[in-house]
């Protein structure tokens, strides 16, 4: 039997990683599927543990895929703004990047759970929050406060995340969540 093409076998991975996602947002980690997860990508059981090796090293991936798609929307909205501007554009972006879809189930409902409190701390601070932190301090937050500022603002922008992926399309809600987050930036931001 041939074997697939490099493209062929990106293209298998893609569809594994986009059903996988699917799968963990709607059932989570535990009843999510192995069979379910391979059946919906229209491929073998043999081929998720191919391109994955394990469940877990699979959601591992899924979580990584997603600290990405809130990463590179923070990045475009960002580009091209001052440091004040950019913090506060990039956390009301933080903040629909991640109640859009599946990411608010995976990242902060799913991933404390099904990674190691390591793993998952990694993750964020590989991804959002290094860019939030790095935002902090161009918009002029003390050195000597930084991490603590990071770890609170992360911290209420999770949260915010949450209550708000708990009514997706309370348009009220979603309102009054970007207006919270202006109220903790204007308190952050040195005038």
């Given at each position: ?35 379910d ?6 491929v ?8 994955y090796?394990?469940?877990?090293r ?22 091209g ?55 902090l301090?161009?918009?002029?937050v003390?050195?000597a ?9 992360s911290?209420?922008?999770?949260e ?5 992926s708990?009514q ?24």
């Open positions: 039997m041939p074997r697939a093409s490099a493209a062929e076998a990106a293209e298998t991975a893609r569809r594994i990683l986009e059903s996988a996602t699917a799968h963990f947002a709607e059932h989570g980690v535990a009843a999510a599927s192995v069979d997860i391979a059946r919906s990508a229209g073998t059981r043999g081929a998720v543990y191919h391109h090796a394990s469940k877990p699979l959601f591992a991936a899924v979580a990584a895929a997603q600290q990405q798609l809130v990463a590179d929307a923070i990045v475009a909205a960002t580009a703004q001052d440091a004040a501007d950019a913090l506060r554009i990039g956390s009301h972006a933080f903040l629909d990047a991640i109640t859009r879809g599946a990411a608010a189930r995976v990242l902060l409902v799913e991933g404390p759970a099904a990674l190691s409190w390591a793993e998952w701390r990694r993750g964020d601070a590989e991804g959002a929050e290094t860019q939030l932190r790095e935002g301090a161009d918009a002029g003390a050195s406060l930084l991490d603590a500022v990071t770890a609170a603002l911290g209420a922008m999770n915010l995340a949450l209550w708000l708990q997706p399309r309370d348009e009220a809600t979603r309102e009054s969540a970007h207006r919270a987050l202006d109220l903790l930036l204007d308190a952050i931001i040195p005038a």
